[in-house]
Structures are given as structure tokens and as C-alpha cells.
């Protein structure tokens, strides 16, 4: 299971990293990639995700909260 989630984590981050329209993204693929967003896009990712977590499920929930500190770095 992990390994599968390594993956999809590596391919949601060459895929979709660079990318400018986060509103297309799942949720669980915008917290697999929290805190390898480039910079320019930074602003755009936080506030899509930020106005997804009012309708997130208990496991995105703590799946976010676990990588809030990957956006801090």
C-alpha cells in the first residue's frame, strides 16, 4: 500500500507540481503534493486547498494536518 502511495506521489508531483489550475485536482492528489508546489504557484494551491477543508473526511483531514509541516519548510 505504501508503495503504491509513493508512486502516485512522485507521478501527482512531475504531473501536476508545475501546475496552474489546482480546482481540477482531487483532494487527496492536493495533499499528496503539499509542500512541492512551486513558488509561483504557491498562493493558487493554498487557497484552493484551504477552501477544501470544510467539506474534507476525517482521513483528509489528518492526512493534511500530517503535511501542513511540509508547507512550512
Known amino acids: 500500500m505504501r508503495k503504491h502511495l ?28 503539499m509542500g512541492y508546489v512551486d513558488n509561483k504557484n504557491k498562493k493558487k494551491f493554498e487557497n484552493e486547498l484551504r ?11 489528518t492526512m493534511y494536518q500530517k503535511n501542513l509541516k511540509k508547507m512550512k519548510k
Open 6 to 33: 509513493s508512486i502516485l506521489i512522485i507521478a501527482l508531483f512531475a504531473t501536476f507540481a508545475h501546475a496552474e489550475n489546482f480546482s481540477e485536482m482531487s483532494t487527496q492528489e492536493l495533499i499528496s503534493i
Open 51 to 61: 477552501s477544501r477543508i470544510s467539506t474534507m473526511t476525517p482521513k483528509e483531514k
